[in-house]
């Protein structure tokens, strides 16, 4: 079994029940943030369930890769499922990729952002079904979307340093 993925590792994964006291939780135990707040709504699909998913969300630096926390408000996906079988903690880790097909060890695709897509339509971030062989899911996401997200990540927490 080999399990390596082309492109770079960037980011964290978090699954919280509440945005507001996880932003702060992770401020006061591990002197995180600030946190840039994104709330998303889009179309989507978990393993068979297909509609409509929104999340509230809170990006920083941690280190040298970024954390993106996740609340789940509406929808059928694997942040919710995570939350309610496993409870709050990393759920995710996330590479930022040219290629969105790989399937390493021929791991399945289980979820799917259209929110964000690809010229060709495809979603441009996706999670592969990668819990049993690493204990959390991978996310493949398009790289030039990732370096959009980042940059606004990095916008806002220079503009906060000055």
């Known amino acids: 079994m080999t399990m390596k993925f082309k492109g770079d590792f960037y980011q964290i994964g978090v699954v919280v029940r509440d945005i507001d006291a996880g932003m702060a939780h992770y401020r006061n135990l591990?002197?995180?943030?600030?946190?840039?707040r994104l709330d998303t709504d889009y179309e989507g699909r978990y393993r068979?369930?297909?509609?409509?998913?929104?999340?509230?969300?809170?990006f920083t630096k941690w280190g040298d890769v970024y954390l993106e926390m996740i609340e789940p408000v509406v929808g059928q996906g694997n942040a919710r499922e995570w939350l309610e079988t496993r409870g709050e903690g990393i759920f995710h880790l996330g590479y930022a990729v040219d290629d969105l097909s790989q399937r390493p060890d021929g791991v399945d695709c289980v979820f799917e952002s259209w929110g964000a897509k690809m010229p060709n339509g495809?979603?441009?971030?996706?999670?592969?079904?990668?819990?049993?062989q690493l204990g959390y899911y991978v996310e493949l996401s398009d790289r030039a979307l990732v370096d959009r997200l980042n940059a606004r990540i990095d916008k806002f927490m220079n503009e906060l340093a000055i």
């Open 30 to 36: 591990l002197g995180l943030g600030p946190f840039w």
């Open 48 to 58: 068979d369930w297909r509609g409509r998913f929104a999340n509230r969300n809170a």
């Open 122 to 132: 495809d979603a441009a971030v996706i999670h592969l079904d990668t819990v049993e």
